[in-house]
């Protein structure tokens, strides 16, 4: 009797090291995803605040990270105007540029454009940068070779302006 309550109590001391290791496990990897998410948050705040409080930006609804050859992130909202517009600012914040989205492609275009031109069979990611001087989409996918590649669009025209591909 002595030795089944022993064997019971054994049990019930490993059941609950285990759910404790597996609840320690569960919040590791969310408090990792968390940080690692921290600083792209931080980053939309900080585009959001100055395209509200430089160009007089409302209802921003879509935020976008490129990082081809420099960081770039860029907000999409309503200006002063009341017309749907997007603000670029660089990583290192020096200057904000504001394109009005009448006079250029948007991001399904851009996409469709990088689709056409690369086969594209996932698209990864889309942006707005600065290329050249002038606004740009890039677009990040998978080929059909399951190989990375990047198509730059210029932003008024929809001409492909740079390809990196199959890296």
Known sequence: MYREQLKRKKTHRMRWIMITIIVLIVVGIILFFHAAKAPLLHAR???????????????????????????????????????????????NGKSM?????????????????????????????????????KPAWVVSYWNQNKRLNYVTVDYKTGKIVQTINNL
């Open 45 to 91: 705040s900080h585009v959001t605040t100055v395209a509200e409080n430089s160009a007089g930006f409302h209802n921003i609804n879509h935020f976008y990270s490129s990082n081809l050859n420099q960081t770039y992130y860029s907000v999409g909202g309503y200006d002063k105007q009341n017309q749907y517009a997007y603000a670029i600012l660089p990583k």
């Open 97 to 133: 540029q504001v394109v009005t989205q009448k006079n250029g492609i948007n991001q399904q275009e851009a996409e469709r454009a990088a689709q056409k031109i690369g086969k594209a069979t996932k698209i990864i990611n889309t942006g707005l940068a600065i290329y050249q001087n």
